[in-house]
Nanobody, 121 residues
Framework: QVQLVESGGGLVQAGGSLRLSCAAS????????MGWYRQAPGKERELVAS???????NYADSVKGRFTISRDNAKNTVHLQMNSLTPEDTAVYYC???????????????WGQGTQVTVSS
């Protein structure tokens, strides 16, 4: 089986920073895109940032210039550095990875359990 385990969420004041991390483990042959999504109460889950295996990044307009996504392919990890946080960033943040497992024909998406980020004003 495959597991994505997130860490680094918490409570921070507006203007502060947090760093989220996600580690993928299990029978993984290769990982394609990795990313972070978030879901605020009453809202749909949205893409925050993504990164390809080659390091190409994509960001939601709302976080450009404040958040930075990075990954370590050797360790199957992805990180999200979040700076200048605002109360509007409050949400549950989910790690996502599109990966290929050993002995399985097609790649598919896997999700972490989510980590709460709360930004107080």
């Amino acid at each position: 089986q495959v597991q994505l385990v997130e860490s680094g969420g918490g409570l921070v004041q507006a203007g502060g920073s947090l760093r989220l991390s996600c580690a993928a483990s299990g029978m993984i042959l290769s990982i394609n895109d990795m990313g972070w999504y978030r879901q605020a109460p009453g809202k749909e889950r949205e893409l925050v940032a993504s990164i390809t295996s080659g390091g190409r990044t994509n960001y939601a307009d709302s976080v450009k210039g404040r958040f930075t996504i990075s990954r370590d392919n050797a360790k199957n990890t992805v990180h999200l550095q979040m700076n200048s946080l605002t109360p509007e960033d409050t949400a549950v943040y989910y790690c996502n990875a599109n990966l290929q497992r050993y002995f399985v024909i097609s790649a598919k998406d896997y999700w972490g359990q989510g980590t709460q980020v709360t930004v107080s004003s």
